[in-house]
Structures are given as C-alpha cells and as structure tokens.
C-alpha cells in the first residue's frame, strides 16, 4: 500500500481525491488537510509515501510547501492551471493532474506512482550488503564494493557513482535514496542532495566544503546542521 495525504483548499476538490484515494486499492489515505500549514504539523510526526498537492493555495502554495520540506514524500500536483506544470517536474514531481478531475485521470497518475514505487523495490533488491560489503549491480556484472573503500557516492540523476580509495568508480542505476538506506548511518552522511561521504575518508574540510584531493564537495544548508553535530562530537579542542 501507498500511504497519501491530501492537500487542498478548495473543500469539494478535497473531497473529490480522497473519495478518489480511497477507491483505487493500493493506496491509502492517512489525512486530508486544507492548508500546507496543517500538512506540515501532520508530517513532522507521520511518514507517507505520496502527497497529492493543490497548487494555488493562500499563505503558502503548493510548491513552495513541498521545496520547504526536508526530505518530502514523492508528489502529484492538482491544480487549475496548465502553466505549473513544468515547475512541477523540477521538483520530482511524479505527475501533474489539470482540474477538474476525472478518475480515469487519476488513476493513470496513481499508477505511474505505483510503477515508480515498484521501481524503487527492486532496487533495494539489487542492492545488498552486510557488516563490510555492497554487492551492486554494474552494467551487466555484480560487483562487491568494500565499504572501506568507498570515498564518496555521486547522485547523477537516474545512475549513482560509487567512488573508490585505489580503484576507477563504478557506476549503478540505483537512487541516492536507496543507496543511502544500506549504507551504516555511523560511516556514511549525506552532505548534499547530490552526495553521500565517508565519514572515515574525511581529512580536509574548506569554507563548508569536503575537500577530496582536488574535488570539493559542497554541504549543502538542508544537511549543515547535521554535519556540523558530527564534526562538535570529534573535534579536539
């Protein structure tokens, strides 16, 4: 099941996708909500997988909500108005629905969702590891990568690119998201939303950036926080 919530000002069309939610069987409506604001208070203590967002929304739009959010859920925008629709797809967004709505044209949307999920499953499944290890699945060939070795991880859209201490870097057709949830939390952080590092390789940091032989990698504001806690707990003073 894909777990949603609902966000929309307008009480009838709110109404309509979540009649629309709870018909269609492999998703599940947690909340339906008619501001971003209570989305928000909703989502700080709730995990979901898929929002449905309104676009044009007073205090705070749609996609100005969903770039607010850390690490938000995947999206489907809904919305009055054609010309979102390439904003949309700037921030992920799995697909655009024009109101009014028909289910037809909803459940087209919800299952390209579906398929995206799926997707996302069988790369966990191509993705295995123990104490020491990941075995990946690189072009036609399954390779083991020794934890150790590993300096940082590149997110390059639909491929990552594991970079090696002594070796040429191997790429995969995997997500940083699933990358990232195999990979121990006390060796490895994501600095970025285009990298994950090695927290034992780290030697240099410079003006907020990691630096490897000559690559600096930006931390970016969403992961500073995070990073800097790190750095307070083994810096010598």
């Known amino acids: 099941m894909i777990s949603c919530i609902n966000i929309d000002d307008e009480p009838l069309a709110l109404k309509q996708v979540a009649s629309y939610i709870c018909k269609t069987p492999f998703l599940e409506l947690k909340g339906s909500f008619e501001s971003p604001l209570e989305a928000i208070s909703f989502l700080q203590d709730n995990a979901v997988d898929l929002m449905f967002v309104d676009i044009n929304m007073p205090d705070l739009n749609g996609m100005d909500f969903v770039k607010s959010l850390n690490s938000p859920p995947k999206v489907?925008?809904?919305?009055?108005?054609?010309?979102?629709?390439?904003?949309?797809?700037?921030?992920?967004?799995?697909?655009?629905?024009?109101?009014?709505?028909?289910?037809?044209?909803?459940?087209?949307?919800?299952?390209?969702?579906?398929?995206?999920?799926?997707?996302?499953?069988?790369e966990k499944e191509e993705l295995k590891s123990d104490d020491d290890f990941l075995f990946i699945k690189s072009e036609y060939k399954i390779v083991r990568v020794k934890l150790d070795d590993i300096k940082y991880i590149e997110g390059m859209r639909e491929y990552v690119r594991i970079h090696?201490?002594?070796?040429?870097?191997?790429?995969?057709?995997?997500?940083?998201?699933?990358?990232?949830?195999?990979?121990?939390?006390?060796?490895?952080?994501?600095?970025?939303?285009?990298?994950?590092?090695?927290?034992?390789k780290i030697t240099t940091i410079e003006r907020n950036r990691i630096v490897f032989d000559k690559i600096y990698i930006p931390v970016s504001e969403q992961h500073k926080e995070k990073f800097q806690k790190y750095l307070d707990a083994n810096f010598l003073v």
């Open 76 to 122: 489907i925008f809904t919305t009055a108005y054609s010309e979102y629709a390439l904003e949309g797809f700037k921030v992920d967004a799995l697909d655009y629905l024009l109101k009014p709505i028909d289910y037809a044209t909803f459940l087209k949307a919800s299952n390209k969702a579906n398929e995206w999920f799926g997707n996302q499953q069988n």
């Open 164 to 200: 090696l201490v002594n070796d040429k870097p191997v790429m995969t057709l995997l997500s940083m998201k699933s990358v990232e949830e195999q990979l121990p939390k006390n060796n490895f952080m994501r600095v970025h939303r285009s990298f994950i590092v090695n927290l034992k």
